[in-house]
């Protein structure tokens, strides 16, 4: 697996929020723009990557955990700042993604969600899909995680099916090697979102899931 580059640090600093009027609360839409509605002149995401450069460390961080449970993961992308725009953010992303151990893997993939049904899914799909789950975890110890990005939604539930039924073959060490370049799929289009709606930081929250104990595959031999 190639890496990604890692993401350059410009070397000077942006101001002040404070000396430009700006408020560095990335929950504020007024620190982008006093004017509602007013698009920003360098794309759709300069508004959100203008925020998440000068908000409080603390602050991007928790908006990170919400895209990747893994807090060295959070800590690295903040601590990189500023970004001069997406592309380097995501590369900086992958490269924090490419260093995370086996076991920061493992905590990042127990927060995980389980994909759901979307509304709408007839009964039998959503038992076929709750049967699915169930004996990933029962092989894996964590929930199944896959991209959806670029995925109409009408293809979501097949998409999930198919990709469980191809993931139960494989060995622990190959599945938790395709779980982990899933997860940083995942947060890559966490991010994008997140920029896209910069007011939303703190609504934008991950569904909690209860965590399961571990099970040791081996085990199940």
Known sequence: MSRAPHAGRPHSRPSDPASSGRSNDPCDPR?????????????PHACGLDLFNTAPHAAVEAALLTCCGSRRWARRVADHRPYPGLDALLAAADEAS??????????ALAGEPSPVAPAGAPPA????????????????GHAFVISLDGRRPEEYLDHVLAGIRARLSHDPDHERAVAADELRRVARARIVHLLSHPQGHRAAKKPTKTRKPARNPAKNA
């Open 98 to 107: 490419y260093d995370l151990s086996p076991a920061e893997i493992s905590d």
């Open 125 to 140: 799909a959503r038992t076929a899909l709750t049967a699915a789950h169930a004996a990933y975890e029962s092989s894996f």
């Open 31 to 43: 620190a982008c723009d006093p004017h509602a509605g007013a698009p920003h002149p360098h794309g």
